[in-house]
């Protein structure tokens, strides 16, 4: 899509003035541009028609940083055209199933799909039990392709990491991440993450109610995907999802209006804000421009309403 080329040429050019003192130099002399594709961005872990639940990855010199794992990321990963070979990180901003759902998936059917070097997992805990006991449910059908079709074991390339403060979460030759303690009763800890790059800046705000600490988190970055919620259409939303009587207050408390993104975007100072984990996910009668419209008084910089397989 034209205007998405046109987006990443004035990001990359803005962002060359201040691109990381810390990356290497030959990072920047290979002259390997960040990619952000937006992978699922419905809220929820109801399967939807429209999006999928929330999964993005970030690919810098063709090296994977998944961020959330919701239902399908391995398949909208080969749909959006990348090899699951490549897969190196996978970052879980918290443990609600719209997040995690496809964690250990991802990981089998990476392998299933001929990985065979190292990936490192982040997440709050219990990404180290999830993990484990994800091994243990598919250890039949690991241990079978092992014998059968001369696959390298799955389970010793997977080093798991158990994130319970915020800071700097790890770095290397690529990108340096960073994460802060989001609000997302009664889910804790939840996190943000924010990922620079030598031509880039992209914050990941998970799920959170109005967050400081995210603000602070996103200040100056390129990009902030930001969890969104059209507070009108709440209440129909929770017509039609049975058997869940205190969906509303967890939806209000735990979640972001569309307002509130602009307000925080606004605060952080941002270049575009991308509304993504849009709740609701699947309502046609809130248009796009109803999105923008809600934050746009708030926020005055670029506005992008977040659409699965959609690069930014
Ligand atoms: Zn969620
Ligand atoms: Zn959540």
Redesign the pocket.
């Known amino acids: 899509m034209h205007t998405d080329m046109d987006r990443r040429a004035f990001l990359t050019a803005a962002a060359g003035l201040t691109a990381a003192a810390w990356l290497p130099r030959w990072s920047e002399a290979q002259g390997g541009k960040t990619r952000l594709i937006l992978l699922g961005t419905g809220?929820?872990p109801r399967p939807k028609k429209v999006n999928m639940s929330?999964a993005q990855v970030i690919i810098v010199n063709d090296v994977l940083y998944v961020v959330d794992c919701g239902d399908g990321v391995a398949r909208q990963l080969v749909i959006a055209g990348v090899s699951l070979q490549r897969l190196r990180h996978v970052f879980v901003t918290h443990h609600?199933s719209?997040?995690n759902a496809d964690y250990g998936n991802l990981l089998l059917l990476s392998w299933a799909s001929g990985l065979r070097t190292r990936v490192d997992t982040w997440g709050p805990p219990p990404i180290e039990k999830i993990t484990r006991l994800f091994f243990e449910m598919s250890a039949y059908d690991i241990d079978t392709r092992i014998a059968d079709e001369g696959r390298v074991p799955l389970v010793p390339l997977i080093h798991v990491h158990e994130l319970t403060q915020p800071g700097v979460v790890m770095r290397d030759e690529n990108v340096k991440v960073t994460c802060a303690l989001v609000d997302h009763p009664p889910v804790t800890p939840a996190f943000a993450y924010r990922f620079d790059t030598a031509d880039r800046s992209i914050v990941i705000s998970g799920?959170t109610n109005r967050s400081d600490n995210l603000v602070k988190l996103a200040q100056g970055a390129d990009v902030l995907v930001h969890?969104a919620l059209y507070v009108p259409a709440v209440d129909r939303l929770v017509a039609r999802v049975p058997n869940a009587a205190t969906l509303k207050k967890h939806i209000i408390d735990s979640h972001t209006s569309v307002e509130d993104c602009g307000r925080v975007a606004a605060a952080a100072g941002v270049k575009t804000l991308v509304l993504s984990?849009l709740v609701p996910p699947d309502d046609p009668t809130i248009t796009e421009q109803m999105w923008i419209d809600a934050a746009r008084p708030h926020f005055k910089g670029e506005i992008i309403v977040a659409r699965d397989l959609m690069e930014i």
């Open positions: 809220g929820g929330s609600h719209d997040h799920d969890e984990h």
